[in-house]
């Protein structure tokens, strides 16, 4: 086995997200399906989404590049009736998780360990079931809340719920930092609205405002390097006065806010697959997918090496400060015209 592939910038590939399917059950209103933008279609197995043995084969080869994680994404990953057995053929040496709402849990939270599913990540925007189903389309709220319980007792932890933080669910943000802290093998991560993937800048809050709020409440608070991500510990209803809270008295919550922040991107070692099988270097820009044609082992080496070289820090390289403080494409990035523009 190689050492992980660096690109240009020093970043090592050491984890890939796959999308299984851009198929999902709910129809969140902030989402950007992988960065690809809307493209929520019918419910039925599609065409178009890689077999079984194409993702189990793009996982073997990116191991022998020394790839050590995996996160399985969609659209709803669990739409996929082959989950289990993809996951079962996941080389052992990954960690593998899978981002989801949640609703498919109850039933199969089991199986998926029993697979080799390692963790989960369920979204969950709300603790409310009215302000859920405003904000997923969807009134699915009792069976998400199943999901995340049925994870727990079966180990798929800390069972991290993903919250995106914005004008709709603002509100709602003190009611899930409490639960975290209250129910064992939960962890919390706020995530930073995107309106640059979803449009709807009015919907945006000021990130900072969260980062304060929650600096002042917390019993503890760590600073992680990778991603410049912040750890807030909050204690638990019952946690003893003075003590040191933990997972077992409290809750961890982490706010992950890539926007605008330079930093975070230094720190990106992921490399994303959509579901049709294109490698995908970074979240925000579509300009750079490349297919795997056939996925054969030796157009899955040729196009992931091409696609790590090719890769570039998304704001302090691709998109740069101008001379009024706005982040703009960086003119290296911007194609010259041609005779036919
Ligand atoms: S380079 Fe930045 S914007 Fe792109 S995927 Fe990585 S963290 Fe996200």
Known sequence: MNGPLADGF????????????DRCNFDCVYCHNEG??????PMEP???EMTADDVVRFLEVVEEFGVEKVKFTGGEPMLRQDL??????????????MTTNGTFLPGRAEDLREAGLDRV?????????????????SG????VLEGV?????????????????????????????????NNDGLQLQLIEYMPELTGHPEWNIDIQRVHDWLADISARVEHREMHDRTRYWIAGDDAAPGARIDASNGGMVEIVDPVENPTFCANCHRVRVTHEGYLKGCLNRNDDLRSMGEMSRDAIRETFRETVANRVPFYGEYMVRDDN????????????????D
């Open 10 to 21: 020093g970043r090592e590939v050491t984890g890939v997200r796959v999308s299984l399917t």
């Open 36 to 41: 690809l933008g809307d493209t929520r279609g």
């Open 46 to 48: 599609d065409d178009n």
């Open 84 to 97: 289990e057995a993809i996951i079962r053929r996941t080389p052992d040496s990954m960690e593998t998780s």
């Open 121 to 137: 990540n369920v979204s969950q925007d709300a603790i409310d079931p009215e302000a859920f189903a405003a904000i997923t389309k």
């Open 140 to 143: 699915a709220y009792e069976q």
């Open 149 to 181: 319980e049925a994870a727990v007792a079966t180990g798929l932890t800390p069972v991290k719920l993903n919250m995106v933080v914005f004008k709709h669910t603002a509100g709602y943000v003190e009611g899930m930092v409490e639960h975290a802290a």
């Open 325 to 340: 403080d706005e982040w703009v494409v960086n003119d290296a990035y911007v194609s010259p015209p041609t005779a036919a």
